[in-house]
């Protein structure tokens, strides 16, 4: 098993998390404009912002697939690594599942998504102005979720670095390795 994660997985990370943060803000400044021409707009970068995440999870999952990220620190308790496991689950259960249900949202409110305006991507569903309302509570909630556990992660990150001063975000963030000391 590696010691590090590799350079396309730290930089994925860093890439989608930007990306995610992106998508996010929009999403909450957009909903509340009256409707216009420049709304429409913004919709638009959204679902393509939102759609290019989706992509770059399902890479990132391969690239997980073939290359396995480095072992946790053996000091860690059996407790705080199975949580962990389980966060990180739901981490990528959410950045697959908020741009779909995104997509849903779309299709079955009547408007397909074409991707950066040249791409135009398949209706999921068909119109149904009932499931679309379903579809968007969900991307609410999902989305809500998300910030709940990306909060905790950055939360379980700064505790690695500073208070059990261990590896883990140096591995992620290997800008931060510390200094050898005599
Ligand atoms: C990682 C990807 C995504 C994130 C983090 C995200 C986040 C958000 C957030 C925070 C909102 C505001 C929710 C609210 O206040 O009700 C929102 C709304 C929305 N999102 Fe996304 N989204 C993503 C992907 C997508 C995709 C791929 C689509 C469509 C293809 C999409 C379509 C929409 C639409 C149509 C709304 C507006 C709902 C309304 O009318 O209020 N989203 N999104």
């Known amino acids: 098993m590696s010691q590090t994660y590799t350079k396309t997985a730290i930089s994925l990370h860093w890439l989608i998390a930007l990306n995610i943060a992106i998508v996010f803000s929009i999403g909450v400044y957009m909903h509340e404009l009256?409707?216009?021409?420049?709304?429409?707009?913004?919709?638009s970068?959204?679902?393509?912002?939102?759609?290019?995440?989706?992509?770059?999870?399902?890479?990132?999952?391969?690239?997980?697939?073939?290359?396995?990220?480095?072992?946790?620190?053996?000091t860690m308790p059996i407790w705080e690594k199975e949580i962990s496991e389980v966060v990180h689950y739901f981490l990528?259960?959410?950045m697959l599942a908020i741009p779909l249900s995104g997509w849903l949202m779309s299709?079955?409110?009547?408007?397909?998504?074409?991707?950066?305006?040249?791409?135009?991507?398949?209706?999921?569903?068909?119109?149904?102005?009932?499931?679309?309302?379903?579809?968007k509570q969900l991307h609410f909630f999902l989305n809500m979720s998300l910030f709940l556990l990306v909060f905790l992660h950055?939360?379980?990150?700064?505790?690695?670095?500073?208070?059990?001063?261990?590896?883990v975000l140096i591995q992620m963030l290997p800008f931060l390795k510390r200094e050898k000391t005599l």
Do not use: C
Request: glycine share 4%; hydrophobic share 50%.
């Open 34 to 43: 009256p409707l216009s021409p420049h709304k429409l707009q913004i919709y």
């Open 45 to 74: 970068y959204h679902k393509w912002a939102g759609i290019t995440v989706f992509l770059l999870v399902l890479f990132r999952l391969m690239w997980r697939y073939l290359h396995s990220p480095p072992p946790l620190p053996e």
């Open 92 to 94: 990528y259960f959410l």
């Open 107 to 135: 299709s079955a409110a009547g408007f397909p998504v074409v991707l950066f305006g040249i791409i135009p991507l398949p209706d999921l569903i068909s119109k149904d102005k009932e499931l679309a309302g379903l579809f």
């Open 154 to 167: 950055s939360v379980a990150a700064l505790k690695h670095h500073f208070i059990a001063k261990d590896n």
